[in-house]
Structure formats: C-alpha cells, structure tokens
C-alpha cells in the first residue's frame, strides 16, 4: 500500500517530442505527488508538483496530469530537448501530521535524441 | 528553496571504518531527512532527523548502524558506521524549508564507495 509504481523504467524520444511517464500509487491517504529530475552525479531536483484537489498542472513544457479515481499521475513533457535527458521520479506523500516522507518510485531514464 | 550542501562529496572508505556526513543549510527549516540511493536505484528513507532528540527510523534502518544528530535548524550529520561493500551508496539529506508547505529539497549527495 505504500508503493509507487513508476513506469516505463527508460523512455527514448526525439528532439521536439512528448515525453509521458506514469505512475500509480494504492495509498488514498497520499495527498502530494512531486515529480524530482536528477542528472547523473546531482541530488534530485524538485520539478513539479500537484495536489489532489486539482487535475491538471503545468510549468512551462512540463504538465503533470492527475486521475485521483484512477489513482494514477503522469509527467508530460512536451517538445522535449537533449537537455531534458536525465533521470525522472514521481513520489507521495501524507502531509501534515503523519509524516512527510517521500515514498519513490523507481525513476525513468529519459533519453531525448537530436 | 534552500541551498543545502554536504561534506564530504565523495569518499573511499576500508571495511569496517566509519563515515560522517554533514548536511548544512542556508535557512531555518522544519524538516531534515536522511535518504540512500543505491547505484542506479530509487531513494530509500533512512530517517528523519529531530532537532534536539533521536531520529526517527524507517524500517531496515537501525541506530547503531545509521547514528544521527541535529542539533540545531540547519544543520544534520549522518554517520554509517562499521562500514561493508554494502554500504556503497550516495546519501542525501533533503529538508523542508520553513514556510514551504509540502516541497522537499535534496543536497547534491555524498558518494560513497567502501572497499
């Protein structure tokens, strides 16, 4: 119940494509589902993140999209860059009052050629 | 956010030495956590680490092997004790800056490699 499941586990795209990454979470108690990019050698980097009152965020090219019956969330990112290559990892988390840990998934490895 | 940083960024380290890593950060924050990153894996929760009293510790982590302080709002030291090959991995600390609801900001990690 205190998983995330992430997938695909790596993603190959072309320059100006979308990139889709999904993942999907048992707990309901879950309230906040953060998205962290990391490049090789780098902590984590907070991207983006969505509450579940809302269905829809986004941040410039990157959307995330949420299905609380569903129980699932996405990261889009649009016209993807060479720059975006890197490692994506969705998360949950109960907040306030229980704990605010971060439950991972187990990440993407997005590749986006020229 | 915050700037966090970590010391040492990497190390080598023999079997059944131990290891401090300091986290420090920039401004106050109310929560300071400790994660493992195995080569190419997701992050694991190691534990939280209180201000002022003993952290709190995920399941599979223990005390002995994972002691932590914080003694104050900025600053945290993990230390992995009585190391093995095993114990190869990047730690991170992460916090919660005060004022931020739900974001959680990672250092960029220390390397660990035991041999």
């Known amino acids: 119940q205190q998983q995330v499941k992430q997938s695909p586990q790596s993603l190959i795209v072309q320059k100006g494509g979308i990139s889709i990454i999904n993942c999907a979470y048992e707990?309901?108690?879950?309230?906040?589902f953060p998205w962290y990019q990391q490049f090789p050698g780098k902590g984590p980097a907070l991207l983006i993140a969505?509450?579940?009152?809302?269905s829809e965020k986004k941040e410039g090219r990157f959307t995330i999209s949420f299905n609380k019956s569903a129980k699932q969330f996405s990261l889009h990112i649009m016209d993807s860059q060479p720059g975006d290559s890197a490692t994506y990892f969705c998360?949950?988390?109960?907040?306030?009052?229980?704990?605010?840990?971060?439950?991972f998934g187990t990440g993407t490895r997005l590749q986006v050629f020229p | 956010s915050a700037v966090i940083s970590q010391k040492p960024s990497r190390d080598i380290c023999q079997r059944g030495t131990s290891l401090t890593i300091q986290c420090q950060v920039d401004?106050?924050?109310?929560?300071m956590f400790w994660y493992r990153q195995q080569p190419g894996q997701s992050l694991t929760l190691i534990a939280t680490?209180?201000?002022?009293?003993?952290?709190?510790?995920e399941s599979g982590f223990v005390i002995d092997k994972f002691p932590i302080s914080r003694p104050n709002l900025t600053f945290s030291t993990l230390t992995v004790s009585n190391m093995s090959p095993e114990d190869s991995s990047i730690y991170l600390c992460?916090?919660?800056?005060?004022?931020?609801?739900?974001?959680?900001?990672f250092g960029p990690g220390t390397r660990l490699t035991v041999t």
């Open positions: 992460s916090v919660i800056p005060r004022g931020a609801a739900y974001e959680q900001y």
């Open positions: 707990n309901t108690a879950f309230d906040y």
């Open positions: 969505i509450r579940p009152d809302v």
């Open positions: 998360a949950a988390s109960m907040f306030p009052g229980n704990t605010d840990k971060l439950i």
């Open positions: 401004s106050q924050v109310t929560m």
């Open positions: 680490a209180n201000q002022g009293s003993e952290a709190t510790y």
